[in-house]
């Protein structure tokens, strides 16, 4: 009996040893996962960016600056001279908090008043403004320790903490409108991915190539489909995040619908790229698992992008998902419109060209 199963085993092993396709996707993700995890997934604040509007520049307000700048926490400090200036740093994202001295904050400190430091965080990143907001706090709460120290009659400096777009930094609104982004890209990237792999392993596929249709219609015939499936699916996890979990829905509808749409188009690139590779349902199973770990982790799902390595945030560009987490987050919390949203709509388009024209090009080659 022993001598049977290993032979089973040897030839099991033998079977995907000897299937090249089967073995390159087995092995990507692992190597995929070692090296973005490490980098990707941490719920650590790194390297964040912190708009400065310092309408003191006394001796007490410089020193809480250049101490911020020292922390790890934090990167680019980008200093600004209104209010307004502020906010547009918030509402593109380019800034995890805002910092506001006021007049006369260091007049106040060394007279032996109280002064506040105004940190304002953007409240569509809860989880990462909550966290920087508490290192703001320990800096400035360290300050004023030492000039504490110094005598008596040193006033202290403490933090008043505002957040926008998400008043009370509830980490369910923030989890529940990204997933209505994952999971529309799982439905249809298996929609997609399985159709022509589908055909081809039931031996349908000749059938199809011997009707009158050119490869191109073949192909939006594929994709028409898996993008109804994906408007179905996040319609459903749209009214979900709605009614069940109180997420508020602050921008219009069509200007949602108008990004589902073009992400599901970009999905169904990606889908139907792994489909035109794959010569069986099984290898186009993990060629979608290798396709969504990265592109989970990339996304700022799980970790803040900002958070990431430098060159990790440029390969992030080439992820839909990423993009579409913002626009979703946009359009519920901040009430975004399509023309405040074009930084994202841009790259999923762009994205969505390549990989449609990429899967065209493999998938007619292969059926010439």
């Not at 307000?61 to 790890?72: F, L, M, N, P, Y």
């Not at 209505?180 to 298996?190: C, D, E, P, W, Y």
């Not at 839909?320 to 949203?341: N, Q, T, Y």
Request: glycine fraction near 8%; include cysteine.
């Amino acid at each position: 009996m022993w001598n049977r199963l290993r032979t089973l085993i040897l030839k099991e092993l033998q079977a995907i040893l000897r299937d090249p396709a089967a073995l390159r996707l087995l092995i990507m993700p692992v190597i995929l996962q070692s090296v973005l995890f490490p980098f990707a997934a941490t719920l650590d604040v790194r390297n964040a960016a912190v708009a400065v509007l310092n309408e003191d520049h006394g001796s007490a307000s410089t020193e809480i600056v250049q101490r911020i700048a020292a922390a790890d926490a934090f990167g680019t400090l980008r200093p600004v001279t209104s209010e307004r200036e502020l906010r547009t740093l918030i509402d593109r994202q380019q800034v995890l908090l805002g910092l506001r001295f006021q007049p006369d904050f260091s007049r106040d400190v060394a007279r032996g008043n109280s002064g506040s430091v105004q940190v304002i965080g953007d409240g569509r990143r809860s989880n990462s403004a909550q966290l920087a907001q508490g290192y703001i706090d320990q800096i400035v709460q360290g300050y004023a320790a030492e000039r504490g120290a110094r005598g008596p009659s040193v006033g202290r400096a403490q933090v008043v903490t505002r957040n926008w777009y998400n008043p009370n930094l509830e980490g369910r609104w923030a989890i529940v409108t990204s997933m209505v982004a994952v999971m529309t890209t799982l439905g249809a990237l298996i929609t997609t991915a399985l159709s022509v792999a589908r055909e081809r392993e039931q031996g349908t596929l000749d059938q199809v190539l011997v009707s009158p249709l050119s490869p191109a219609l073949i192909m939006v015939g594929k994709t028409i489909p898996a993008v109804m499936i994906a408007i179905v699916q996040a319609t459903a996890i749209t009214l979900i995040a709605i009614f069940a979990f109180g997420v508020p829905f602050t921008g219009s509808v069509l200007t949602l619908y108008a990004g589902m749409l073009l992400y599901a188009v970009a999905l169904c690139g990606f889908g139907l790229f792994i489909s035109a590779i794959s010569a069986t349902q099984q290898q186009a199973f993990l060629g979608v698992f290798t396709f969504m770990m990265p592109a989970i982790l990339l996304s700022g799902f799980i970790a803040p992008v900002a958070n990431m390595p430098v060159w990790l945030q440029w390969v992030s560009w080439i992820d839909p998902l990423r993009h579409f987490i913002v626009i979703v987050k946009g359009v519920f919390l901040k009430g975004s419109s399509l023309a405040d949203l074009t930084p994202s709509l841009w790259p999923i388009a762009l994205i969505a060209v390549l990989t449609l024209t990429a899967a065209y090009v493999i998938f007619r080659k292969g059926t010439a």
